[in-house]
């Protein structure tokens, strides 16, 4: 507890690559959720000690694959109703869990418990720089109360510069 | 030749069934660009003369709207539509052609599960295939009857599997699963039980000295309105489908709908929120019928219940955060009901209190068992921890099952001994 400003988390986190089971990197986070704000997101330090596995090959591919799409891609309902994700999607949905991450940290207190549900619609949108662009609509399924909600969000990627949420 | 005679066969059933005619009905998906729209979308569903049915409901900008319109009322809601500058495309042109096509396949996909003679526990099922399975169980195995219980709010059968090898009112077990619809893996992985404790008594010298004392009663389905919703319109539908008055939200949380702490902290009493108590307890007739069948019987045990997801093993009390009586006897059983599921594919379940493990919640059904005498009463949160979630790929459901099977035979030989 600090007075006047928040409660303050000290957290060990041990890091499972969920397409590489045997790796595991540590990390060391800190997490200050502000005193009474219900518009503030709480600030977060992390410091990931070890390295996380190189996708570059895997990246560029991707990349690649979408930039030279004629048409923009659009899908639905990833997974579907039986948890199937085709595979030629499941890096769309690994970029929705990035974009659910952010939706996620910004939405979060001490009293609920945010995972991604689903989603429910994603987007490409053509952009005039190197960065590709997805409109997200994600279903976000909270803990505590039960809700199963959608949220839009934009996500922009690049092989090299990495995962980010524009402001708009 | 054949072609021609599902044709025939799937008419035939059609007619005898007086099946409701969807000719010239459209379903349109809507895309609401602001509020000001959705709340149009909102005024167009409150008026109940043009008979629409909204497969996905007007709820916030962001979500297309998905409704079917009947012949009659087409032109005009398009008319509507059109002078709203509100944006909408044709999902389905004629909804009869649609079931006709979907009525054949499934004639089809029937006609060749009869003739291989198995029912897939790998996969999700509708409604109507659990039921037939249900009917095929209790057809095989002379120890097994299928009983209803009562009636769903949109008047379907609630049926229970009954294993019982003989005496009379013996001492009774009982295991539900799918009270909140969007959790697949239960309904799925109780087909799976169902069918290892049918086909193992006899054989298995625990499932066979465990029924030689005690029956065993097993809700499949213990939401089945909920359940055709989320194959028809929302998968993530968790509630009942009964009307509130009042609202122009559907549903009660069914496990907030028990006598335990109802109305208390943990459960909403808003009707749109997922975890509505609804107006009273038992108001929701899926609960009252357990409700008056367990107290009926009156020698119940052990009362367990199967959710998804999150991976916990829990006992009561959910309305209140203190322990029960037989906290340390419930605390030691579920740890040895955790390692016995851990010890096939290495699942690690979290072992304590509803309260302590999950959240502060009221009128939960094994807290309302637990307070009628039940002692045994537990309550599962299967696979996973978050990363599918309520979408389980199908390929889990096997494993999903086995290893909470374990967990449950461990507390059913507890409860025989």
Redesign the interface.
């Given at each position: 507890d600090i007075d006047d400003v928040g409660h303050k988390y000290y957290l060990e986190l041990e890091l499972e690559d969920v397409l590489d089971k045997d790796r595991t990197v540590s990390c060391t986070a800190e997490v200050l959720y502000h005193l009474g704000s219900k518009t503030s997101a709480p600030d977060v330090q992390l410091t990931v000690q070890g390295e996380l596995r190189s996708t570059e090959e895997a990246d560029k591919e991707f990349y690649n694959r979408i930039r030279s799409l004629e048409k923009e891609l659009v899908a639905e309902n990833i997974p579907d109703s039986h948890g199937n994700v085709p595979p030629e999607l499941e890096p769309i949905h690994l970029l929705a869990w990035v974009a659910s991450g952010y939706v996620i940290w910004q939405n979060s207190t001490e009293n609920t418990k945010f995972h991604l549900a689903q989603v429910k619609h994603v987007k490409q949108v053509k952009r005039n720089d190197e960065d590709l662009q997805f409109d997200f609509v994600l279903l976000l399924h909270e803990m505590v109360s039960q809700e199963v909600l959608p949220w839009e969000v934009t996500l922009l990627w690049h092989p090299q510069r990495g995962a980010r949420v524009p402001q708009s | 030749a054949n072609m021609k005679l599902i044709l025939i066969l799937s008419a035939l059933i059609g007619a005898s069934l007086c099946l409701e005619t969807f000719v010239g009905h459209q379903v349109l998906r809507v895309k609401t660009k602001n509020e000001e729209e959705v709340k149009q979308l909102q005024l167009l569903e409150s008026l109940e003369h043009l008979e629409l049915d909204f497969w996905i409901n007007p709820s916030?900008p962001?979500?297309p709207v998905d409704v079917r319109i009947p012949a009659g009322s087409v032109q005009s809601v398009k008319a509507f539509l059109e002078s709203q500058g509100i944006e909408y495309s044709i999902l389905i042109e004629d909804l009869q052609d649609v079931l006709d096509k979907e009525r054949q396949d499934m004639a089809e996909s029937a006609q060749r599960q009869r003739s291989t003679g198995s029912f897939d526990f790998s996969?999700?099922h509708t409604l109507d295939d659990i039921n037939a399975e249900l009917d095929h169980l209790a057809s095989e195995y002379s120890f097994v009857e299928k009983i209803q219980i009562g009636e769903s709010y949109e008047k379907r059968p609630l049926y229970v599997l009954k294993f019982s090898t003989g005496g009379s009112n013996r001492p009774a077990i009982w295991l539900d699963a799918g009270i909140h619809s969007r959790e697949?893996v239960t309904q799925a992985s109780a087909l799976w039980i169902a069918n290892k404790i049918a086909s193992d008594y006899g054989t298995d010298e625990s499932i066979t000295s465990l029924l030689d004392k005690m029956d065993l009663f097993l809700l499949p389905v213990a939401n089945p309105d909920g359940f055709v919703y989320?194959?028809t319109s929302n998968?993530?539908w968790?509630k009942t489908r009964s009307k509130i008055p009042g609202s122009i939200c559907v549903g009660v949380?069914p496990n907030r709908n028990w006598d335990a702490g109802f109305g208390g902290p943990g459960a909403?009493n808003r009707p749109c929120?997922?975890?509505y108590h609804g107006p009273s307890a038992n108001s929701e007739v899926e609960v009252k019928s357990v409700v008056d069948f367990i107290k009926n019987h009156g020698n119940f045990k052990a009362f367990l219940t199967l959710h998804s997801y999150?991976q916990l093993l829990m006992y009561p009390y959910g309305y209140k955060c203190t322990r029960p009586d037989d906290y340390a006897e419930l605390e030691s059983l579920g740890r040895a009901a955790a390692n016995s599921i851990r010890s096939l594919y290495g699942t690690t379940f979290q072992v304590g209190t509803i309260c302590n493990t999950?959240?502060q919640a009221s009128g939960g059904s094994i807290d309302w068992s637990y307070d009628n005498g039940i002692k045994y009463s537990f309550a599962f949160e299967l696979r996973d921890t978050?990363?599918?979630?309520?979408?389980?790929?199908?390929n889990?459901i096997i494993p999903a099952a086995q290893e909470t099977w374990l967990g449950l035979k461990k507390i059913m030989e507890h409860v025989r001994n």
């Open positions: - | 916030a962001a979500l996969a999700y697949w989320t194959h998968r993530m968790r949380d909403s929120s997922d975890s999150s999950i959240y978050g990363r599918y979630g309520f979408l389980l790929p199908a889990q």
